[in-house]
C-alpha cells in the first residue's frame, strides 16, 4: 500500500508539473496573438489615456518577464487575476460556468459509455453480420457527423417541428438532453469501434475458445469473461475522449446557449482579454490531467496485472 | 378634442378593462453575453439595449434619431457656447427609492469624468470640464470649448443617470457596477452568466407602463439557433438571424421579419497615401466598378441601402449626394486617363468574417467587379482583433490597399462619422484608416465643430460630404439594416436607428 501511496504523490507532483508546463506556454502563446490588447479592449471611442491606463491596468507597461513573475507568484498564491474584459476576477467568472460545462461534459459521457460498450461488444460478438454492418455504418456516421450541423438538426426536429424540447438555454434537464446527445454522438461512435476491435482480439483468445467448450453458456462468455479484458484500451480511449469532450463542448455550447465555458473561451479570445484566456486554459489542462489520472487508477481495478509500487 | 386630452381617457378606459398591462414573460434572444452591466464601461450596442430597459439618459433618440427629452425636459446653451444648462424632470424616482435630483446627475457625471473609473467612451463628453447643480432639478454643465454635439451625445447609454446609493448594493463599487439601479420602466431582476439577464417591470415608473410584466434576454451565441427559438415558440423575439434565411422567415405566416434602420455606413477604406491610389480617378474608378445594388439584393437579401452621401441618412447633417452608379465603362474610361493599363494594378484587399452583414461574401463580389475592369484584387481575411491592428499601423509601416470596415456613430450626429475624413484622426491618432487628407475638408469640419447654428452647421457637413464624395478616399457600399425576427403573436416591435431593437413597448397581437 506504500508503494501506492508512493506512486500517486509521484503522479500528483507530475500532474502539477503538466499544468505549470501549460501555463508557462499559454502566457507566452497570447501575448504572441497580434493585436494591441488595450486598444481593443478601450474600444474606438476611448481616449489615449484611457488606453494607457488599461495598458497599465494589465500589467501590459512591464517587461515580458516581469509580467511572467507576477504571473506565476499571483498562480501559486492561487489567483488567476481579473478579467481585462469584465473586470470581474477570472475564478469567480470560471466557478459560475464550471458547473455547467461540467454537466454537460459528464452526461455527454456518461451517454457515450453507456451506449458505445455495449454497442461495440454487441457488434464484435457478432462479427460480419448484418447487425455489426449496421453499428459500423452508424459509427462511421456519428465520427465524421460534424457537431454543429448535428445539433442544428436535433433542433429542427425535436424544437421546431415536434416541439418536444428546449432549443437552447439551460433550464432544467429538458434542456440538457440535447446537447448532451450532440455532444455524446461523437464519443459513443469512437468507444464503440475501440471496443468492437478490441473485443474482437480477446473474443480470438485461447481461454473463450475453452469457455465455449466446456460448454459455459454464450452470453456469460460474451458479457463476463470478454468484455472485462477487452476494456482496459477502451478505459484509454475514454480518458483521452474527455480531452474531445471538453472541445467539443466549445461548440456544442455555442449551438444550444449553454452557459458554460466554452463560449467564453471564444469571447475573450477575441477580446485579447490575456488573464481569462489563460485562467480557462489552465482550468481545461488540469481537469484533463485529473480525468488520466483517475483513468490511469482505474486500470489497477480492472485489470489485475496492473499493480503500482 | 385635442389628442392630449383623449390620452387620459383612453388610460381609464384600459384600466377598467384591465388590459394595459399584462403579467406574461417577455422573451428576447441576443447574440452576445453582457461583458458588463455597468453602463459606463459598455462598449456593445446590444449590452447597451437591455441598459436602456433599466435606466435612463438625459436624453433620448426617437425612431428617427433625433434627440428627445428624457430625464431632462429642456436645455439651452449660452450664446459663446461654453455652459450647457439643463432642467430636469420632476417626480421621477430610482428602482431604490431615491428621487431623482440635480445631485444625482452631478454625481453621474463626476463618475463618468474620473479618469479612475474606467470609461471607453469618455471622448464625446470629453469638452465636459465640470458639473454643478443651479437647483434641485437643475444642472448646469461648464465646457472646455463650444461642442455643440454635446446634447446628442447624453442620449448614449453610457451617459446615463444613476443614483450614488448604487454603490452600496451588493456586488457593486465605485469602480464596477454590476447590479443596475435606474429609472427605467424595468428594475433589474438577475443575471445568470453566460445565460440570460432578467428584468421586471418597475410599478413607481414615471412614463408610459410597458405591457409585459417580466422580459427575459437570453444569451444565444448561434444565429440559426435564435431563429430556431422564435419558430420553435421559445422566444418572442431574436436579433440578428442567419441574414440567408431572411426571405424564409418574410414568407412565413407565423413570423414577422424587422428590418430595423442602421446608422452603420459599410465601406472600402481605400489607403490614400498608396502611390497606386493617390490619384482620385482611380478611386472614383473603383467605385463606378462596383454593383452595389446587385451585391445588396443577391447576398445581402435587401438588408442595406446603398451609400448616397458621406454618412447615414439618419444623422443630423446628412445632405444626399447621388450615389455612384454601377457604370464600368467609365470605371475603365477613368483609370485610363490616369495612365492605369488593363491588368497593370493589383491590389490587396481585407475584410473581417462575420463582423458585419455578410461582409466577407460581400467583399468576394466586390474583388470580382474590379477584376472586371482589369484590376487583379486579392481577397483575405483574419479575426478582428489582428484586422483592426493591421489597419491601425501608422502610416510608415501601414501596408494595406483596401480594407472593408463598418463605422456606426455612437450618437446621432455627423461630428462622429466626420472623424474619418480628418487629417487629424489618421493612425496612431485616431482611426481614420484611409490617410484621405484635404485641407478644405479639414477646415469645414473644423469650422462645423464649433458652429452652435445647427442650420449653419448642418450646411457645412453638407459641404464637407460633397467634397468628400469627389475626392472618393472610400469605396462607398451601403448603410446596413438591423435585421430582427419576431413571433406574429406579438407587435410593437421596431429598430432605433443606431442598431438596437426597441421593444419595451411590444405587447400582444391581438
Sequence with gaps: MSGFLSYLLQRILGLFVTVLAVAVTIFLMVRLLPGDPARVIAGVLATEQDVARIRVQLGLDQPMIVQAGIFLRDLFQGDLGVSARTSAPVLAEIGARLPATLTLAAAGMLMAIAIGVPLGAWAAARAGSLGDVVVSTLVLFGISMPVYWLGLMLIILFAINLRWLPAAGADGFASLILPAVTLAAFSVAFIARITRSSMLEVLRQDYVRTAHAKGVDRRTVEWRHALRNALPPVVT????????????????????????????????????????????????AAMFAFVNLLVDLTYERIDPRVRYG | MTALRVIPWLFTIALLLGSAVGQETFRIAIGVDPDTLDPQQSTTTTVDNIMDYVVEGLVTIDANGRTQPALATSWTTSDDGLTLDVELRQGVTFHDGTPFTSAEVVWTFER??????????????????????????????????????????????????????????????????????G?????????????????????????????????????????????????????????????????????????????????????????????????????????????????????????????????????????????????????????????????????????????????????????????????????????????????????????????????????????????????????????????????????????????????????????????????????????????????AEVTNIGGFPNEKFDAIYARPAD
Excluded: C
Aim: charged letters at 20%.
Design chain 2, 183 to 487: 429609472t427605467g420602466p424595468y428594475r433589474f431582476v438577475e443575471r445568470a452568466l453566460g445565460e440570460n439577464v432578467v428584468v421586471e417591470r418597475f410599478d413607481g415608473y414615471w412614463g408610459e407602463m410597458p405591457y409585459y410584466e417580466q422580459v427575459v434576454f437570453q444569451v444565444v451565441p448561434e444565429a440559426t439557433t435564435r431563429q430556431s427559438l422564435v419558430l420553435a415558440g421559445q422566444v418572442d423575439l431574436a436579433i440578428l438571424p442567419p441574414t440567408s434565411d431572411i426571405p424564409a422567415l418574410e414568407a412565413n405566416p407565423r413570423t414577422e421579419v424587422v428590418l430595423g434602420p442602421s446608422n452603420r455606413t459599410i465601406f472600402i477604406a481605400i489607403n490614400n497615401d498608396d502611390p497606386a491610389l493617390d490619384d482620385p480617378r482611380v478611386r472614383q474608378a473603383l467605385n463606378y466598378a462596383v454593383d452595389k445594388e446587385a451585391i445588396i439584393q443577391g447576398i445581402l437579401f435587401g438588408a442595406a441601402e446603398p451609400m448616397d452621401a458621406p454618412m447615414a441618412d439618419s444623422l443630423f447633417g446628412y445632405e444626399e449626394v447621388g450615389m455612384y452608379p454601377y457604370d464600368p465603362e467609365r470605371a475603365r474610361e477613368l483609370l485610363a486617363e490616369a495612365g492605369i493599363e488593363e491588368g497593370e494594378l493589383e491590389l490587396d484587399f481585407m475584410a473581417p468574417t462575420g463582423r458585419y452583414v455578410q461582409d466577407f461574401p460581400a467583399a468576394q463580389a466586390i474583388a470580382n467587379f474590379l477584376r472586371e475592369v482589369g484590376i487583379d484584387t486579392q481577397v483575405r481575411t483574419m479575426d478582428w482583433p489582428t484586422y483592426v491592428g493591421t489597419m491601425l499601423e501608422p502610416p510608415e509601416s501601414n501596408t494595406t490597399q483596401l480594407h472593408l470596415l463598418g463605422w456606426a456613430p455612437s450618437y446621432m450626429d455627423s461630428a462622429q462619422q466626420m472623424e474619418q475624413f480628418q487629417s487629424g484622426q489618421h493612425p496612431p491618432n485616431g482611426l481614420a484608416t484611409s490617410f484621405y487628407e484635404n485641407p478644405e475638408v479639414d477646415a469645414l469640419i473644423d469650422e462645423a465643430a464649433r458652429e452652435l447654428d445647427p442650420d449653419r452647421r448642418a450646411s457645412l457637413y453638407g459641404e464637407a460630404g460633397r467634397q468628400i464624395w469627389e475626392d472618393a478616399p472610400w469605396i462607398f457600399l451601403w448603410v446596413q439594416s438591423f435585421p430582427m425576427v419576431h413571433s
Design chain 2, 112 to 181: 463618468l469624468l474620473d479618469p479612475d473609473v474606467r470609461n471607453p467612451r469618455r471622448g464625446p463628453i470629453a469638452a465636459i470640464e465640470s458639473v454643478e447643480a443651479t437647483g434641485e432639478h437643475a444642472v448646469r454643465f461648464n465646457l472646455s470649448e463650444p461642442a455643440p454635439y454635446l446634447v446628442g451625445a447624453l442620449s448614449m447609454t453610457t451617459n446615463v443617470i444613476l443614483p450614488p446609493s448604487i454603490v452600496d448594493v451588493e456586488g457593486n463599487s465605485y469602480e464596477n457596477i454590476t447590479h443596475l439601479v
Design chain 1, 237 to 284: 480511449v475514454i480518458g483521452l475522449q474527455f480531452g474531445q469532450l471538453l472541445g467539443g463542448a466549445i461548440l456544442t455550447e455555442t449551438v444550444f446557449g449553454w452557459p458554460g465555458l466554452g463560449r467564453l473561451l471564444v469571447d475573450s479570445i477575441f477580446a485579447r482579454d490575456y488573464p481569462m484566456v489563460q485562467g480557462l486554459v489552465i482550468v481545461f
